[in-house]
Nanobody
């Protein structure tokens, strides 16, 4: 069983920055691929970013590429999502997720085994 706890959400103005964190339980965090997804009201949960277990490869949705950066600190069992130049359309509940099987399809929700409870990001215009 893996528990994921997100933090760092909040209310910011457009153009501001936020850094989300997600801390995982378990002693094998370094073997998990990790992802961030988000869900706005009335919309499907969508892929935002993913990072391989080693941290050597990261992937981003086109809508956040160049503005968001995902990283991980395996010594702290934590992944981060640095969000810059936030836009009102970035407002959503952000979820981190753990993939224990090393799937190639990092952008698919079904490939993730565990999910956090989510953290709210609100961006005012």
């Amino acid at each position: 069983q893996v528990q994921l706890v997100e933090s760092g959400g909040g209310l910011v103005q457009a153009g501001a920055s936020l850094r989300l964190s997600c801390t995982a339980s378990g002693r094998t965090f370094s073997s998990y691929n990790m992802g961030w997804f988000r869900q706005a009201p009335g919309k499907e949960r969508e892929f935002v970013a993913a990072i391989r277990r080693s941290g050597g490869s990261t992937y981003y949705a086109d809508s956040v590429k160049g503005r968001f950066t995902m990283s991980r600190d395996n010594a702290k069992n934590t992944v981060y999502l640095q969000m810059n130049s936030l836009k009102p359309e970035d407002a959503a509940v952000y979820y981190c997720a753990a993939d224990l099987h090393g799937s190639l399809w990092y952008y698919l929700r079904a490939e993730y085994d565990y999910w956090g409870q989510g953290t709210q990001v609100t961006v005012s215009s």
